[in-house]
């Protein structure tokens, strides 16, 4: 299985578990000349611009430190550009991420609601 194919089923794995927190998923794979956004939701009135990491082994380290300060930059950008093309103000938004860890000994889900924070 290729790379795309791990991430899109990561992807899945994450929006399905997101939805069993009572988010809901208002786009999924946002792109723009900015960047990407894997999954954007909300719930409680509020919004999350979600990054996901997967694994598929335990030899890469923890999926969410693979979020550098770089990535975390695109993604506010990313979300900036969102925010003003759907003309949407007022809202609390939240930058978070899910790491997915499946191996052949276990899997994991991991979910921070606010990962990282615009600088």
């Given at each position: 299985?290729?790379?795309?194919?791990?991430?899109?089923?990561?992807?899945?794995?994450?929006?399905?578990?997101?939805?069993?927190l009572?988010?809901?998923?208002?786009?999924?794979g946002?792109?723009?000349?900015?960047?990407?956004?894997?999954?954007i939701?909300t719930?409680?009135?509020?919004?999350?611009?979600?990054?996901?990491?997967?694994r598929?082994?335990?030899?890469?380290g923890?999926?969410?430190?693979?979020?550098?300060?770089?990535?975390?930059?695109?993604i506010?950008k990313?979300?900036?550009?969102?925010?003003?093309?759907?003309?949407?103000?007022?809202t609390?938004?939240?930058?978070?991420a899910?790491?997915?860890d499946?191996?052949?000994?276990?899997?994991?889900?991991?979910?921070?609601?606010?990962?990282?924070?615009?600088?």
């Amino acid at each position: 299985m290729d790379n795309k194919s791990k991430g899109e089923i990561g992807e899945r794995v994450a929006r399905e578990h997101l939805e069993g927190l009572g988010f809901k998923i208002v786009e999924a794979g946002f792109r723009c000349k900015l960047g990407e956004i894997d999954i954007i939701a909300t719930k409680n009135k509020e919004l999350y611009f979600i990054e996901v990491k997967t694994r598929w082994s335990d030899n890469c380290g923890d999926p969410l430190e693979s979020i550098t300060a770089h990535k975390q930059h695109q993604i506010i950008k990313t979300a900036k550009f969102y925010l003003a093309s759907k003309r949407i103000v007022n809202t609390n938004c939240h930058f978070s991420a899910i790491g997915i860890d499946i191996s052949e000994d276990s899997s994991k889900i991991e979910f921070i609601e606010d990962a990282f924070m615009e600088r």
